[in-house]
Each structure stands twice: as structure tokens, then as C-alpha cells.
């Protein structure tokens, strides 16, 4: 049987350890700024996260690429190569064109190697969300399963991974075209912290209005509470745009406190999604109830 590699991009927030641990790899998105590209690489240092975040709270807008069709044709066949088939998991289509790019190229690539499967998963997330659903591809690769069985497994757990951000502002995300939400959210609402969620449809929605930064942080532990299921199973995935770390300290504090997961892993919004978020966003990551909220049927 062949080996199934599992492959995601930069918008996973993956680090290099967890990556790894299970066995991943990633495609490279890039990031502009001041009309010079930079390759959007996961292995950043603390230095780097701060420099990126430092640019944005001095009011300069950071902008982003999808994965360019020569990385994609470069990591596909490296593991084509090497006799593997490969599952690539991206971000949701409707935050990056990269999933349909890929699907493009790997039609081409099936020609050179018949022999090969290659299957391209919208993952209807972002950031770890997505990167979560690489791991569990990569834990369920190892078990011998094929790529239509993976493919299979990925498509449901998407339904059940909520995830639950919050921002100081949208400006960010409303500039780059990545959050749907009413003009309400828009405005300067004194104080007033929107929380964001991925919808069914793979959106980054704008469902909820908190008053003040510190509520909002327990708000959307208080979410993740709500919605999750079987906790003591599982891993809850903390990430967040450079915060202050008395903040992450307090997230993580409410989450053993309320949720009593198994374990907490806390890690950096990557240079894809901050690029989009801002500054200082904590989302939280766990499976829960199936995803049933559409912003575009509100």
C-alpha cells in the first residue's frame, strides 16, 4: 500500500514540532510589504511574530498571496517522487483561492503519474482550525487508511471543529474581505469586542458583540464550553496575533478551569492569517456540536 502524505499551507499556524511529530508538510503562501515578498514561513521566531504585528499596530496593512502554482507543483512532487499518495488540506475557499489552485495542478499532475492519487480539501478553516484537521489526517494516515477514506474522515470532523475568535477590531479583516457581518460590527462601538467564528459554509463570520477586552476573553471560552464535546478526550488549540501574555496566560487559566480538556497547546497566528486578523486576536479551537450558523442566511 502506499504511504498517504498529508499536506497543508501556511495558513494552518502549524509549528515546525507539531508538524514534525505528525508527520506534515506545508505549502508556502508569501506575504508584501512594501512591495517586497516574503515567503510566510512557520518556523518564524518570537522576534519575527513581534516584528510582523509591530508593523500593523503602526498602521501599515500587511498583504498576502495563496500558495503560487510552482510551490504547489514543487511539494506535490516531492512526495509524488518519492511514491506517495497525497491528501493536501487547505484553507477554506472562501478566505483563499489555494484549494482550487492546487485541485487545477494535481489534474495536470495525475497525467504524470497515474499511478497516484491526490486529494485537495477545502477545510473550511483557518489558521489552526485547519492545521487541527491536518494532524488528525496525519494521526488517521497512520493507520493504513487510503486517501478516499481520509478524504471521508476530513470532510465530516470539519463540521464539528468550532472555533471561536476574538479581535479589537475588524478593521483588519474588513480591509483583506475576510469576515462577513452586519454594518453594525463596523463602527466604533466604544469598547464594544466582536467574536468570530468559522460558519458552516467556511465564512469568518461576525456573530457577537462583548463589551469590554477582558470579557471577551472569557466569552469565548465560555462558547467553546458550550459547544464542546467529550473534553477530557481532547486537546484544546489556543492561537493568538502576538497578545499580551498576561492575556494567553488567562485564556488558558479560564479553559482548565472551565473545560477540563485534556491538554491546552497555545500557539502564534501565522503570518497568513495575522496579515488578515491584526494584532492581539485569541481565537480557541475544540470539537463540539456540528456547525450549523450561515451568516448568509441572516
Same mark, same amino acid.
Given at each position: 500500500?502506499?504511504?498517504?502524505?498529508?499536506?497543508?499551507?501556511?495558513?494552518?499556524?502549524?509549528?515546525?514540532?507539531?508538524?514534525?511529530?505528525?508527520?506534515?508538510?506545508?505549502?508556502?503562501?508569501?506575504?508584501?510589504?512594501?512591495?517586497?515578498?516574503? @515567503?510566510?514561513?512557520?518556523?518564524?521566531?518570537?522576534?519575527?511574530?513581534?516584528?510582523?504585528?509591530?508593523?500593523?499596530?503602526?498602521?501599515?496593512?500587511?498583504?498576502?498571496?495563496?500558495? #503560487?502554482?510552482?510551490?504547489?507543483?514543487?511539494?506535490?512532487?516531492?512526495?509524488?517522487?518519492?511514491?506517495?499518495?497525497?491528501?493536501?488540506?487547505?484553507?477554506?475557499?472562501?478566505?483563499?483561492?489555494?484549494?482550487?489552485?492546487?485541485?487545477?495542478?494535481?489534474?495536470?499532475?495525475?497525467?504524470?503519474? #497515474?499511478?497516484?492519487?491526490?486529494?485537495?480539501?477545502?477545510?473550511?478553516?483557518?489558521?489552526?482550525?485547519?492545521?487541527?484537521?491536518?494532524?488528525?489526517?496525519?494521526?488517521?494516515?497512520?493507520?493504513?487508511?487510503?486517501?478516499?477514506?481520509?478524504?471521508?474522515?476530513?470532510?465530516?470532523?470539519?463540521?464539528?471543529?468550532?472555533?471561536?475568535?476574538?479581535?479589537?477590531?475588524?478593521?483588519?479583516?474588513?480591509?483583506?474581505?475576510?469576515?462577513?457581518?452586519?454594518?453594525?460590527?463596523?463602527?466604533?462601538?466604544?469598547?464594544?469586542?466582536?467574536?468570530?467564528?468559522?460558519?458552516?459554509?467556511?465564512?469568518?463570520?461576525?456573530?457577537?458583540?462583548?463589551?469590554?477586552?477582558?470579557?471577551?476573553?472569557?466569552?469565548?471560552?465560555?462558547?467553546?464550553?458550550?459547544?464542546?464535546?467529550? @473534553?477530557?478526550?481532547?486537546?484544546?488549540?489556543?492561537?493568538?496575533?502576538?497578545?499580551?501574555?498576561?492575556?494567553?496566560?488567562?485564556?488558558?487559566?479560564?479553559?482548565?478551569?472551565?473545560?477540563?480538556?485534556?491538554?491546552?497547546?497555545?500557539?502564534?497566528?501565522? @503570518?497568513?492569517?495575522?496579515?488578515?486578523?491584526? #494584532?492581539?486576536?485569541?481565537?480557541?479551537?475544540?470539537?463540539?456540536?456540528?456547525?450549523?450558523?450561515?451568516?448568509?442566511?441572516?
Amino acid at each position: 500500500m502506499r504511504k498517504v502524505q498529508i499536506i497543508t499551507d501556511s495558513c494552518s499556524d502549524l509549528t515546525v514540532e507539531l508538524m514534525q511529530r505528525y508527520g506534515v508538510d506545508y505549502a508556502v503562501m508569501n506575504t508584501v510589504y512594501n512591495e517586497k515578498t516574503s @515567503p510566510a514561513d512557520l518556523s518564524w521566531t518570537e522576534e519575527e511574530v513581534h516584528a510582523l504585528y509591530g508593523i500593523m499596530r503602526g498602521g501599515n496593512r500587511v498583504t498576502t498571496t495563496q500558495v #503560487p502554482v510552482d510551490e504547489f507543483d514543487r511539494i506535490f512532487r516531492k512526495y509524488l517522487d518519492a511514491g506517495c499518495d497525497i491528501v493536501y488540506i487547505g484553507c477554506s475557499s472562501k478566505q483563499s483561492g489555494s484549494v482550487n489552485t492546487a485541485r487545477v495542478l494535481a489534474a495536470e499532475l495525475i497525467k504524470e503519474y #497515474p499511478e497516484a492519487q491526490i486529494s485537495c480539501i477545502d477545510s473550511y478553516h483557518a489558521s489552526m482550525g485547519e492545521g487541527i484537521l491536518a494532524l488528525d489526517a496525519a494521526e488517521y494516515a497512520k493507520t493504513g487508511k487510503t486517501v478516499d477514506e481520509i478524504t471521508a474522515y476530513v470532510e465530516d470532523r470539519r463540521k464539528y471543529l468550532n472555533q471561536f475568535v476574538t479581535v479589537h477590531t475588524l478593521e483588519f479583516l474588513h480591509k483583506a474581505g475576510r469576515v462577513k457581518a452586519s454594518s453594525a460590527f463596523f463602527g466604533n462601538l466604544l469598547g464594544v469586542k466582536p467574536i468570530i467564528i468559522a460558519d458552516a459554509d467556511g465564512e469568518q463570520a461576525a456573530v457577537k458583540k462583548v463589551k469590554g477586552r477582558a470579557n471577551s476573553l472569557k466569552e469565548i471560552v465560555n462558547m467553546l464550553k458550550e459547544t464542546i464535546i467529550e @473534553p477530557e478526550k481532547q486537546t484544546v488549540y489556543v492561537a493568538h496575533a502576538d497578545a499580551d501574555k498576561a492575556e494567553v496566560e488567562a485564556v488558558v487559566s479560564h479553559i482548565r478551569e472551565e473545560i477540563k480538556c485534556k491538554d491546552v497547546y497555545v500557539g502564534y497566528i501565522g @503570518p497568513i492569517i495575522g496579515a488578515s486578523i491584526g #494584532p492581539d486576536a485569541i481565537a480557541v479551537f475544540g470539537y463540539g456540536k456540528e456547525i450549523t450558523y450561515r451568516v448568509n442566511e441572516k
